[in-house]
Nanobody
């Protein structure tokens, strides 16, 4: 049974940093593509970042480029999203996602991912 468990969300001020973690179980971590998405109520879930050991892909959305970094620790089956210089528009529920078969051209698409965590909320407010 696949399980993705996120942690690290919270309430921070603009300019602060947060580190989100996602621990995966029931997957072949080194083969799976791991991604972060976020969603604001009333809006579609949007791509934030992705890392794939299988394809060598590692990139973030343009909206967070230069501020967010994604990394993975295969020894701990964990993917991390380091978020720096947070802005109010980063406020959302952040979701971890995983897929064993997504190709590079589909990595920004939420429909390409089979497994999702429960989400962790991030609020950026002064």
């Amino acid at each position: 049974q696949v399980q993705l468990v996120e942690s690290g969300g919270g309430l921070v001020r603009p300019g602060d940093s947060l580190r989100l973690s996602c621990v995966a179980s029931g997957v072949t971590f080194t083969r799976n593509t791991m991604a972060w998405f976020r969603q604001v109520p009333g809006k579609e879930r949007e791509f934030v970042a992705v890392t794939s050991q299988r394809t060598g892909s590692n990139f973030v959305a343009d909206s967070v480029k230069g501020r967010f970094t994604i990394s993975r620790d295969s020894s701990k089956n964990t993917v991390t999203l380091q978020m720096n210089n947070l802005k109010p528009e980063d406020t959302a529920v952040y979701y971890c996602a995983s897929s064993s078969s997504v190709i590079v051209s589909q990595m920004r698409s939420r429909s390409a991912y089979h497994y999702w965590g429960q989400g962790t909320p991030v609020t950026v407010s002064s």
